[in-house]
């Protein structure tokens, strides 16, 4: 599976340790602790992810929720701040959520492993939840 992986400069600490720890990841940086704006870095993962150039992405801001924000203003995108692996799971089998948002400054290494963990491996589900998130893809139609 082709992952793709970002952050700000609130997330950089933890991405650099999952990327440690898990592996295989492309890395869009940020690449310093240096203050940097979370748009730059959440819009890149969030475009690659909606033009299929990888299957997921992963995004990590200081709280998760710019990171959320922006992903999911680019269409196709079903970005899922999870704080722990029962939200991780739930993301994946009823929302079919193609990028994972973590909160840098408030999830340890050893919870994010296993956030990522149970994202990665954890299938959707379909049938009812199918029908929701045609729903979804209707809305983002309209909207244009």
């Keep these: 599976m082709k992952i793709i992986i970002g952050s700000d400069h609130a997330g950089f600490d933890l991405k650099e340790a999952l990327k440690g720890a898990i592996g295989g990841m492309t890395d869009i940086g940020t690449d ?3 203050s940097v704006d979370y748009p730059d870095f959440g819009v890149r993962v969030a475009r690659a992810v909606s033009s299929g150039e990888y299957e997921r992405g992963i995004l990590i801001c200081g709280s998760g929720v710019g990171m959320s924000i922006v992903a999911n203003k680019v269409p196709g995108i079903r970005a899922a701040l999870c704080t722990d692996v029962d939200t991780a799971r739930l993301s994946r089998m009823h929302n079919d ?12 290494l050893k919870e ?17 939840h199918a029908r929701r998130l045609d729903k979804i893809r209707n809305i983002e139609e309209e909207s244009r």
């Design 97 to 108: 959520a193609n990028i994972l948002v973590l909160a840098g400054r408030r999830t340890d």
């Design 32 to 34: 310093s602790g240096e």
């Design 112 to 128: 994010a492993v296993a956030i990522v963990t149970v994202w990665l491996e954890t299938p959707f589900e379909g049938g009812r």
